[in-house]
């Protein structure tokens, strides 16, 4: 199968990433966390993805899946949906910075009626050779935009 042209500019995303993540916001104590990220090409002009945590003792923390779409030269869209009542609607830039490809995204989000709420959500992949980092912000339960996650993973 061959890669759609349009995703040309994320193909170094397609793969497996693992690693090390921790965590903070103003209404919870501060956590450390197992993060797996995994880009796969479906032969369409999206690639799936998919971001699973554990805690340090190997129970499940948190997943989401969705869609990776290159809608046009420097744009990204991903389509995310939670178990925990959320979907988010991220839109924003795809750019190469010297060897570095950086992936920037705010997010409209949906909640369910019994879900916390989130507001919006702010994203930034960092991608440099083998090494992925990710940071994550939301405003959420009355709270504004505060930095909440990041993880520092390697390709499996």
Do not use: C
């Amino acid at each position: 199968m061959e890669l759609a042209p349009g995703l040309a500019p994320v193909a170094a995303l397609l793969g497996t990433w693992r690693g090390d993540g921790a965590g903070s916001y103003p209404t919870i104590e501060d956590f450390s966390y197992t993060d797996e990220v995994v880009f796969t090409d479906v032969g369409k002009p999206f690639l799936h993805y998919v971001q699973r945590s554990w805690s340090p003792d190997g129970a499940p923390m948190h997943t989401e899946t969705g869609y990776l779409r290159i809608p046009e030269v420097g744009t990204a869209e991903l389509i995310l949906a939670q178990p925990m009542g959320q979907t988010e609607l991220a839109e924003g830039t795809i750019a190469a910075e010297a060897d570095t490809l950086v992936l920037e995204l705010e997010a409209q989000v949906a909640n369910s009626a019994t879900a916390k709420h989130v507001a919006a959500t702010r994203r930034r992949y960092e991608l440099s050779g083998d090494s992925l980092t990710t940071t994550f912000a939301m405003a959420a339960v009355g709270q504004p935009m505060t930095h909440h996650l990041r993880s520092d993973m390697r390709r499996v």
